[in-house]
C-alpha cells in the first residue's frame, strides 16, 4: 500500500511522522527480506542495519541497494537511546539466529533502562514465541535464559491476536511453519469442528531459504536440486506453537507434523488430514472458514475445488487455504512464503498494527507467478 492511498484513507496524521528503525541481524536471509520489504515501506526509515561483520547491506545483499549501511550492535544502541531521548518512536526488528535476540533484547534494556519500555520490538527468532518455560524447555531442549520476558511477548499471528497485537510494544512473530500449521488447523478447533481424540496430521514442504544463508550439506544445490527429503521426524519444533494455540481452546489432540526440504528456494506447501468431530459437508466447513478470516486482507479461502500452489503466493504476505471434506476427515491445504507471510511480511504486519497504521502498509499482496 503505497503513501498516497494510505492518505486517502485518512492516516495522513500518521504518516507526517516517520519511525526510525533498526534491524539486528542484517546478513542473513530473512533480514534480506524485511530489508527489501523496509525499503517499500511508506513510512518506516531505516537507520541503521546491525552485522557483526564489516560486510556491507548491498554485499551481503546484492538485489538490496538502497537500504542504510551497516552499523556495530553498540552503534544502533546509542542511537535508538538518542532516537527515545528526541521523543522519537523507533521500532527494532530482531532478525537474529535462534538463541541470539535474547542476548540482544537484555543488552537493548540494559542501555536503554526505562526507555525500553517505549521502544517497539518484534522479534522473528524462536526466543520469545513460548509464554510457558515448560513448553520451551520440551521444544527447544533446555531452560529459557531470559524466562521472566516471555509474559511480556505478545504472539504475533495477526489472524487469530490482531487486537493483542495493536496493544503490544513486544511481539514474538511465529515461525514459518507454525504460521502454516495454525491457519490450517485453528479456525476448525475453535469452530469445535474437530475430535481432538484422534490424530491430527499434517505433511509440510519447505524451500531452501528457511535452512539460512550459511551453507550447510542439505541446501548445497547438487543436492538439494531435484531432491526432497524428511527431516525432524521425531517432532519439528514448530509444533510447539500451535500446541500453545490449541491449548487456548482447550484442545489436546495428538498432533503428528513431518516436515520436508523441497527443490526450490521459497514457499511452504501444507498438507493436513483432521477428523471431524460429526459429519459436515465441505460447503460448511468453508463457510466456517471464511468467517473466520473475514477481515483479514492477506488469507483467501479458495472455491472448493480448487488447490492452493506456491507460484501465486511466492514473494507476497498472501496465504490460500484449500479445502476438502472426505467421509469425517477435513482436508485442508496451506501455502504461504516462508519469507514473507511466514517471516519477514508478517513481522512488518504486526509492526504496521503497533503503530497504528493498516496493516497492509508496505506489503505485497500479488505473488510473482514466476520464482
Not at 495454525?182 to 491430527?200: F, I
Amino acid at each position: 500500500m503505497s503513501r498516497e492511498q494510505l492518505e486517502q484513507q485518512g492516516v495522513a496524521r500518521t504518516l507526517r511522522a516517520t519511525t526510525p528503525t533498526w534491524v539486528f541481524g542484517a546478513k542473513g536471509v530473512l533480514a534480506g527480506e524485511l530489508l527489501r520489504l523496509l525499503d517499500l515501506h511508506p513510512t518506516l526509515e531505516l537507520r541503521g542495519a546491525v552485522s557483526r561483520s564489516e560486510q556491507s547491506v548491498d554485499s551481503a545483499h546484492p538485489h538490496l541497494q538502497t537500504c542504510a549501511s551497516t552499523c556495530s550492535a553498540d552503534e544502533a544502541r546509542a542511537a535508538i537511546g538518542a532516537a527515545l531521548r528526541a521523543g522519537e518512536r523507533p521500532a527494532v526488528f530482531l532478525a537474529l539466529p535462534h538463541g541470539e535476540s535474547c542476548a540482544a533484547w537484555s543488552a537493548l534494556r540494559a542501555e536503554l533502562g526505562a526507555l525500553a519500555e517505549q521502544l517497539y520490538l518484534v522479534d522473528l527468532a524462536a526466543d520469545y514465541r513460548l509464554v510457558d518455560p515448560a513448553r520451551y524447555r520440551r521444544a527447544y531442549g533446555h531452560a529459557h535464559p531470559d524466562a521472566d520476558e516471555l509474559p511480556r511477548f505478545t504472539y504475533g499471528l495477526v489472524e487469530f491476536h490482531r487486537a493483542a497485537i495493536a496493544s503490544a510494544r513486544r511481539v514474538a512473530a511465529p515461525g514459518c511453519f507454525a504460521t502454516a500449521l495454525q491457519l490450517a488447523s485453528v479456525p476448525a478447533a475453535r469452530g469445535k469442528l474437530l475430535d481432538a481424540t484422534r490424530p491430527w496430521i499434517f505433511h509440510g514442504i519447505t524451500g531452501s531459504s528457511g535452512s539460512g544463508a550459511e551453507p550447510k550439506p542439505g541446501t548445497h544445490h547438487p543436492w538439494r536440486h531435484g531432491n526432497m527429503w524428511a527431516y525432524s521426524l521425531g517432532g519439528h519444533r514448530h509444533e510447539a506453537e500451535l500446541e500453545q494455540a490449541l491449548a487456548a481452546s482447550s484442545h489436546t489432540p495428538p498432533l503428528h507434523f513431518v516436515a520436508h526440504s523441497g527443490p526450490f528456494a521459497r514457499g511452504i506447501h501444507l498438507t493436513c488430514a483432521l477428523p471431524l468431530a460429526h459429519k459436515l459437508k465441505a460447503e460448511e466447513v468453508r463457510s466456517h472458514y471464511v468467517a473466520a478470516f473475514d477481515g483479514s486482507p492477506f488469507v483467501s479461502v479458495l472455491e472448493l475445488g480448487r488447490a492452493p500452489d506456491l507460484r501465486s503466493v511466492s514473494g507476497s504476505n498472501r496465504a490460500l487455504v484449500g479445502l476438502d471434506v472426505r467421509g469425517d476427515v477435513l482436508t485442508v491445504l496451506v501455502t504461504l512464503d516462508n519469507m514473507v507471510k511466514g517471516g519477514a511480511g508478517q513481522a512488518l504486519q504486526c509492526l504496521n498494527l503497533m503503530l497504528g497504521l493498516p496493516e497492509t502498509a508496505g506489503l505485497p499482496r500479488a505473488g510473482l507467478g514466476v520464482c
